[in-house]
């Protein structure tokens, strides 16, 4: 696990190349396109490594076009501005010419303020939930679509997403963090965080009808992604992500989640609109998931 998280952070560890330029690699070349949440972690890195001060407070970002994971990503950033309490940034990245994904992302010098939050779920702890194994060939999970190798160690509380039987539930809850630290750049944390942000979300649309994300009538894929840090945190301590779909409509599904530490903090905030299509001509026969029927 260990190996793991040091290829993790090597990941983050963009290579500066120009003024406002960064490069980045992938971990999978294997991959049929990059991971999103790769891309949308590394272009935070990318941004907040032209910040003096402050710390990641909101991202916002637009995947444009499928990564190849076998070639570098350039990121380039635009300092849109730099103020006393507010810094924006903008970042592009650029693979063989095109833009494949657009961030805008707000770092914040903390100040003292009004604080409430609603209460954490109650969930079982992370000690007391067995991990979920590795997945054999005959569950048709690649190790790329699988948190572990990527270093993180994760416990689902709800029932595993290949194991899905049909019976659909309300939301997705599992608790993750890195398998080992990550140091103290609180950057690398939110970084962290916000890759591990896409590995489920489109998954908590899936399970409103009870489907697999394996089901062979379904594709999916992200299409925006955003985050709002309330706290500083780490993600080498436990983190409860809970998360659900409120809607979907179109081929377009919204995700909403929310992290918290394992004190019951809210330390982040994320919405996702993924892309749900069902293939023409694969029969969608999971019971009770009638496109279009109310939840």
Same mark, same amino acid.
Not at 226 to 251: E, K, N, T
């Given at each position: 696990?260990?190996?793991?998280?040091?290829?993790?952070?090597?990941? /983050?560890?963009?290579?500066?190349?120009? %003024?406002?330029?960064? @490069?980045?690699? !992938? =971990?999978?070349?294997?991959? +049929? $396109?990059?991971?999103?949440?790769?891309?949308?972690?590394?272009? /935070?890195?990318?941004?907040?490594?032209? %910040?003096?001060?402050? @710390?990641?407070? !909101? =991202?916002?970002?637009?995947? +444009? $076009?499928?990564?190849?994971?076998?070639?570098?990503?350039?990121?380039?950033?635009?300092?849109?501005?730099?103020?006393?309490?507010?810094?924006?940034?903008?970042?592009?990245?650029?693979?063989?010419?095109?833009?494949?994904?657009?961030?805008?992302?707000?770092?914040?010098?903390?100040?003292?303020?009004?604080?409430?939050?609603?209460?954490?779920?109650?969930?079982?702890?992370?000690?007391?939930?067995?991990?979920?194994?590795?997945?054999?060939?005959?569950?048709?999970?690649?190790?790329?679509?699988?948190?572990?190798?990527?270093?993180?160690?994760?416990?689902?509380?709800?029932?595993?997403?290949?194991?899905?039987?049909?019976?659909?539930?309300?939301?997705?809850?599992?608790?993750?963090?890195?398998?080992?630290?990550?140091?103290?750049?609180?950057?690398?944390?939110?970084?962290?965080?916000?890759?591990?942000?896409?590995?489920?979300?489109?998954?908590?649309?899936?399970?409103?009808?009870?489907?697999?994300?394996?089901?062979?009538?379904?594709?999916?894929?992200?299409?925006?992604?955003?985050?709002?840090?309330?706290?500083?945190?780490?993600?080498?301590?436990?983190?409860?992500?809970?998360?659900?779909?409120?809607?979907?409509?179109?081929?377009?599904?919204?995700?909403?989640?929310?992290?918290?530490?394992?004190?019951?903090?809210?330390?982040?905030?994320?919405?996702?609109?993924?892309?749900?299509?069902?293939?023409?001509?694969?029969?969608?026969?999971?019971?009770?998931?009638?496109?279009?029927?109310?939840?």
């Amino acid at each position: 696990m260990g190996v793991q998280v040091a290829e993790l952070l090597h990941l /983050l560890d963009l290579e500066p190349i120009e %003024v406002n330029i960064f @490069r980045g690699v !992938s =971990l999978d070349e294997d991959r +049929l $396109r990059v991971f999103g949440g790769q891309v949308a972690a590394q272009a /935070l890195v990318a941004a907040g490594r032209t %910040v003096a001060t402050g @710390r990641i407070h !909101s =991202l916002h970002s637009y995947f +444009l $076009r499928p990564g190849d994971p076998r070639s570098p990503i350039l990121y380039e950033v635009d300092r849109i501005r730099d103020g006393r309490s507010f810094t924006t940034r903008r970042v592009v990245a650029i693979q063989h010419g095109e833009a494949i994904f657009n961030l805008q992302c707000s770092f914040h010098v903390d100040e003292e303020g009004l604080e409430h939050q609603d209460h954490a779920p109650t969930v079982p702890r992370p000690e007391d939930l067995e991990p979920p194994g590795r997945p054999g060939p005959d569950d048709g999970v690649t190790p790329s679509s699988y948190p572990e190798p990527y270093g993180l160690e994760v416990r689902f509380v709800t029932e595993l997403p290949w194991d899905r039987d049909g019976e659909p539930h309300d939301r997705e809850q599992l608790w993750l963090r890195a398998g080992s630290s990550l140091g103290d750049d609180l950057l690398v944390h939110a970084a962290v965080c916000t890759f591990a942000s896409d590995l489920t979300l489109v998954d908590s649309i899936l399970q409103r009808h009870g489907v697999s994300p394996l089901h062979p009538a379904v594709a999916g894929a992200s299409l925006d992604h955003c985050m709002w840090f309330h706290r500083a945190f780490r993600a080498d301590g436990w983190l409860l992500y809970d998360h659900r779909s409120p809607v979907a409509h179109g081929a377009r599904g919204l995700a909403q989640g929310a992290v918290y530490d394992a004190g019951g903090l809210h330390v982040a905030s994320v919405v996702q609109e993924g892309l749900v299509r069902l293939r023409p001509g694969v029969p969608f026969d999971a019971p009770g998931t009638r496109p279009g029927a109310p939840r």
